[in-house]
Each structure stands twice: as structure tokens, then as C-alpha cells.
């Protein structure tokens, strides 16, 4: 029913993208003899060879990304011009543009689904460079294969900072920091390893008492990969030249003729009027930090600072300490807690099943829905060194029905960096990392459910940019609902349930300091929009990114933080010139979340029909037009508001 992962062999893999490629190609050429086209003759074989090919580039790079050593990134390095070529010629290919475009114009009684393939399709090829001069068509494949080149560099420069750098402290120096922490960076001598991988990253920089130290590792992190400034100009050149192309006047408006949002004006308006209710918030914030420390005795609160007196407020304030929390959040039982809340507020089942997978720490499951097995779930969730930090959702296989009628399953990988387990002491989690946990399966969870027959819009693939998110946010929102942790916050050893009384704090400290982060995130959104719409230098970039921290910043960061690059989001991931999508997202998730939370939670009903609207449907349809099946009618900024604890 679903196919063994294979992690070995990595060479062999090679051969058979490269040979793929080619397959494709001749199969293509045949395709095109056919002297009636239809959808079901022509458009459904060709979206199953190339989703057999993408099943085939998935497994490279994910084991690139969870596996990362000088093989993997050698070979993946070698396969990304060739595919980057690969698919700008066949994004350029005069005679699949046609035959499409007779299609569509010929059966007009096709389903919604196939509809979308097309209309998604056409579009494509016309971003593709469709109908271009010959020199206009070369053009654009160079700074494609270019920029495939430079987005991985990027990447890469980012990943060998980040494992370049340690810091190895005695006994004194992690004084405050918690036991789980520390037990995760003890060394064999003695010492204490901190790193700038995240979890070791944020653990000194939220407890840690020396401010050297925790200047040493902001330092350290903000000042990641300085070779990357200017490959960012040599992107963003590249970008402009590629819209200018394809016939806009930005790649900013390029980036959005995929998305929901219509303009980058109506961008920047949507995070303009967010921010402008969050700013004056983030400041009282801010305020209560500088005051909280002063009265500690520190009267000049730096960047490096303001994490660790945030946590020494929040738990004086809240008396909350997300150290509490960590042994009623132990990995497993938070695992097998969630697969219960989602059983009951979606109706389905997570079976483990043994299978061969990449490392000895992940589980595989299959998800089962009114008994019937319908996708197939991995979870990769430890830190490791050869692993790429953060967290993310990998599909690996969509759901559709090729042109004999066989109904293909899908597969996702949901990663995560979260503490180790040793064999003395457990993987226990923070509240945060829950959260992260639900974002990630709320991904997974869309890729999953899809019940639509046509791949090119089945799961995630075919949804606009600034709706992908939309899910997996409204999914993380019941990472604190008290009925939703009451499933599986139970103390590791033992095993009695959170007090009411943890549950009840940690719901009030949700939105503590959280102005400080919508505006972070506005920060981050609206430089991401405006850096592109223009082709700027390495010293305007950080005009750009000075001018924007003026705006809604509330602690302006030493001139020496070059956060742009490490922001591989948008120069190595799908997000240039749609940082944005995240907060847009938001707005439909919170809408939908108090959609529930106004239902009581659990609601079968009310469940079955987000279910089958938006889970279900992929991307078949406009995330709009989705959102309003679902909800009756537009989401209002109100929901956002409320859900960051901003007055509206």
C-alpha cells in the first residue's frame, strides 16, 4: 500500500532522477502524438510522471536535510542545475502550453479539480516564459539555474556557521540554566557544549545569568554566514531580472500573481494597520521589561537581554516558568496525547506500523479514518548535528487517481529539533515546542486528508503561498486549549495529571510580550515585500532593513546584526516576496479557531465540515473561496487581534 523508505544508497538515487529525467522526456514526446487530447489521456499521465519524478527528488533532499553530510549535499548539489533545468524547459514547452490550452477550451464539462489543474497549469507556463524570444527563454533558464545555486549555497553557508561555532562553559557558567538543558550539553569532561543550534541557542539566551556569554551567542548568531550578504544582491539582482522578463514590474508582483493577495500595496496596507495597533503595545511591553530590570539592578537593556529578563518577568508575573511544564510534556505521551485530540476533533486514527526508515528515533504511522487507511505519517522530532535546524513538514507522496483509475496514497514527514532523549533522561518538551508540534502536523495533516484525484492540487500542493500556512496555524492555536492538554500533560514518572492551576497560567501567559512578536514578524514581512520591489545593493539591503526596524522595531539591534543572512526562509525557501503569508494566514486561522472555541472545542459536526471545505480539498480551489465555504462569509482582522491579545 505504501512504498519503504530507502535512506541507503544514495548514489543509486541519483541515477534514477537522472534517468527519470530523460524517461519523462521521451514519454512527453508521445503524449504529444495523441490526436485528441483530452484531460484523461493527456493531463493525468503527465501529472503522474511528474509527481513520479518530485517522490524521487524528495527523498534526496530530505535526507540532505535530516542526513546532511558531504555525500548528500555533494550529490544534491550536482542534481539541482540539472532539475532547475529540467523543469524551466519544460515550463517553456511551446507544445504542452497548446495542447493545455485546447483542452481547457474543448471539454467544458470537466470537474472543479481537473478545471484548477489547467487554470494553474496555463498560468505557470506563462510564468515560465511561454511565448518568450528564444534569447528571453535562455536568458530566464540561466538565472533560474543560478538561483537554484545560490538559494542551496545560501543554505549551506547558514548550516556550516551554525555548526562551526560552540561554546564549551564550566559549572559556574550555567548556574540558572535547567537541569533538561543542561544534561543535553554536559561533554564527557565535564564541561557544558552550547551551540547555536536552536535549542541550545535559546536555552542560555532564556536562563543563562552570564551576559557575556549570552552577548558571545547573540553575537555568534546574528553574525552567521557574512559571506551571504553578497549573495543576497546577486539574488535579488537575478529576481528583478527574471520578473522584468516575464513581463512585471517587481519580482514582488511576481511573487504574488500565485498568491491570494492581489498587490504588494495591499500587502503592505494589511501589515501597515496590523502593526500600527501591535506598535504602541510592544512598547508598554518593552517598558515593563526595562522597568521589571532596572529594579534588578540593570538599567541599560541590550538585544542579548531582553530573553532572559522576558522569562524572569513572565515568571514573577505569571509565576510561570515553562521549566514546569517540561516534565508533564514528556515526548512520547505528548505524541500519542495528540494522535487522541486529533482523533476526536477530526475523526481520525494514528496506527504505528514498523518500517525501514532513516534513523532509529522516528516513528512511522498510518492514519485511519472511519476505518479506512488513508495516508501514511513519519516523525523525525530529535536534534542531530547532521540535521538542518528549525522544524518542517516534507511531502514526500500527494494522494490522486492516475488515468487507470488506481487511487495512489499519500506520505508527509513532519521534522523537528526538540531535546534529545539519553538513557537516563527522557525527551522532555516546552509548551513552545508543542505548539511547534501541532504547526508542523497541521501541515502534514492537510497533505494527509486530501481526498482530491488530481496531484497537482492534491494536499498542499496547488495552495497559494499565503494560505499554506493557514492550517498548520489554526492547528498550533489548541496547543494551549486546557481541553485539548488535559489529553496528555501527565507528569513522566508519576503519571499524575497538570494541575488546573498550571494550565490556567500557562493560558494567561500565552499572550505575554506577544505585540513584541506580531511587530518582530511585521518586521520581517514588510522588509521581505519592499527589498523586492527594487533590485537593491548589499548596502541598501540594510537601508531597507534599518528603515523598516525604524518603523515597528521596539528594540533596535546593534548595527553589527546582519539577520538577513541567515534568512533562509526567503533566500533559500519558498518565500521571497511572501514573508508575509505567515500573518494573512493567521487571519483566516484565527477566524477559524474561534470558529471552535465558540463551539466548545469539540464539535463533530462543525469538524467534519472544516474537514471536508478546507482539509480535504488542497488546493482545488481559491484558499479564499475555501475559507468562505467553510466559515460563511470573509475572516475580519478582529479574530487576529484577539488572538494576540491586541485590543482591536
Not at 538565472?143 to 556550516?160: A, C, E, G, T, W
Not at 549573495?231 to 539582482?237: P, S
Not at 521571497?576 to 464539535?603: H, I, M, P, Q, T
Amino acid at each position: 500500500m505504501f512504498p519503504e523508505f530507502q535512506s541507503e544508497n544514495l548514489p543509486k538515487k541519483e541515477s534514477s532522477i537522472l534517468e527519470k529525467m530523460e524517461s519523462n522526456k521521451d514519454f512527453i514526446q508521445t503524449l504529444l502524438q495523441i490526436e485528441k487530447p483530452t484531460f484523461q489521456n493527456f493531463a493525468k499521465p503527465y501529472q503522474r510522471i511528474q509527481t513520479e519524478l518530485g517522490d524521487l527528488v524528495t527523498e534526496i533532499s530530505h535526507l540532505n536535510s535530516v542526513k546532511n553530510n558531504e555525500e548528500s549535499q555533494t550529490i544534491y548539489s550536482r542534481l539541482l542545475p540539472k532539475l532547475s533545468e529540467y523543469y524551466t524547459d519544460l515550463g517553456q514547452n511551446e507544445e504542452i502550453f497548446s495542447t493545455l490550452l485546447k483542452i481547457q477550451s474543448s471539454e467544458t464539462n470537466l470537474n472543479p479539480e481537473a478545471v484548477k489543474v489547467l487554470e494553474n497549469e496555463i498560468r505557470d507556463f506563462r510564468l515560465s516564459g511561454v511565448g518568450l524570444s528564444a534569447d528571453t527563454k535562455n536568458a530566464l533558464k540561466e538565472i533560474r539555474i543560478r538561483l537554484s545555486d545560490l538559494s542551496n549555497q545560501f543554505s549551506q553557508n547558514v548550516l556550516n556557521a551554525t555548526n562551526a561555532f560552540a561554546l564549551y562553559l564550566s559549572e559556574s557558567d550555567v548556574e540558572g540554566i535547567p537541569e533538561s538543558d543542561k544534561n543535553s550539553a554536559k561533554c564527557e569532561d565535564g564541561t557544558y557544549k552550547f551551540t547555536l543550534q536552536f535549542p541550545s541557542y535559546i536555552a542560555y539566551m532564556t536562563y543563562g545569568q552570564n551576559r557575556e556569554i549570552r552577548k558571545k551567542l547573540y553575537d555568534g548568531y546574528c553574525t552567521r554566514a557574512p559571506e551571504n550578504g553578497k549573495l543576497i544582491e546577486e539574488i535579488l539582482e537575478l529576481r528583478d531580472k527574471e520578473a522584468k522578463l516575464l513581463g512585471f514590474p517587481t519580482f514582488a508582483h511576481l511573487s504574488l500573481a500565485t498568491k491570494v493577495a492581489d498587490t504588494p500595496e495591499q500587502v503592505i496596507e494589511f501589515l501597515d494597520h496590523l502593526g500600527q495597533k501591535a506598535k504602541p503595545i510592544a512598547l508598554q511591553e518593552l517598558n515593563e521589561i526595562k522597568n521589571f530590570a532596572k529594579k534588578l539592578g540593570h538599567t541599560d537593556l541590550e538585544p542579548w537581554d531582553l530573553t532572559y529578563f522576558s522569562e524572569k518577568l513572565k515568571k514573577e508575573s505569571f509565576s510561570y516558568d515553562e521549566e514546569i511544564y517540561r516534565p508533564y510534556l514528556e515526548k512520547e505521551t505528548v505524541i500519542q496525547g495528540t494522535f487522541l485530540f486529533l482523533e476526536k476533533l477530526l475523526g481520525i486514527q494514528f496506527k504505528q506500523v514498523t518500517t525501514p526508515v532513516w534513523e532509529p528515533s522516528v516513528l512511522c504511522y498510518d492514519l485511519v479514518v472511519d476505518g479506512e487507511t488513508r495516508s501514511r505519517l513519519y516523525l523525525d522530532l530529535e536534534v542531530r548535528t547532521e540535521k538542518k535546524g528549525g522544524a518542517w513538514m516534507h511531502n514526500w507522496k500527494p494522494h490522486f487517481q492516475d488515468e487507470t483509475g488506481k487511487t495512489e496514497l499519500p506520505v508527509a514527514f513532519v521534522v523537528a529539533s526538540f531535546p534529545k532523549a539519553t538513557k537516563t533522561h527522557p525527551s522532555l518538551l516546552r509548551p513552545s515546542d508543542v505548539v511547534t508540534l501541532f504547526h508542523e502536523l497541521g501541515h502534514a495533516l492537510h497533505h494527509l486528508l486530501s481526498r482530491v484525484k488530481e496531484a497537482f492540487v492534491s494536499g498542499v500542493n496547488g495552495v497559494e503561498w499565503d494560505a499554506v500556512e493557514f492550517p498548520s496555524q489554526f492547528l498550533e492555536n489548541f496547543a494551549y486549549e486546557p481541553k485539548v492538554l488535559e489529553l496528555f500533560a501527565k507528569h513522566y514518572q508519576t503519571k499524575d495529571p497538570i494541575p488546573n492551576s498550571y494550565i490556567e497560567t500557562m493560558v494567561k501567559a500565552k499572550n505575554f510580550m506577544s505585540a513584541m512578536g506580531v511587530v518582530r514578524q511585521i518586521e520581517f514581512a514588510k522588509f521581505d515585500m519592499l527589498i523586492h520591489l527594487e533590485k537593491p545593493t548589499e548596502f541598501r539591503v540594510q537601508e531597507i532593513l534599518d528603515q523598516v526596524r525604524k518603523e515597528f522595531s521596539v528594540v533596535v539591534p546593534p548595527a553589527y546584526n546582519k539577520f538577513q543572512n541567515s534568512f533562509t526562509h526567503i533566500f533559500a525557501g519558498g518565500y521571497a516576496a511572501g514573508y508575509y503569508s505567515y500573518k494573512w494566514a493567521e487571519l483566516l486561522s484565527a477566524n477559524a479557531y474561534y470558529s471552535f472555541v465558540d463551539k466548545g472545542v469539540f464539535d463533530l459536526d462543525h469538524a467534519a465540515h472544516f474537514r471536508k471545505t478546507v482539509l480535504e480539498k488542497g488546493g482545488s480551489g481559491n484558499a479564499m473561496d475555501l475559507f468562505r465555504d467553510f466559515y460563511g462569509k470573509d475572516p475580519e482582522i478582529d479574530a487576529l487581534l484577539r488572538l494576540n491579545g491586541i485590543a482591536a
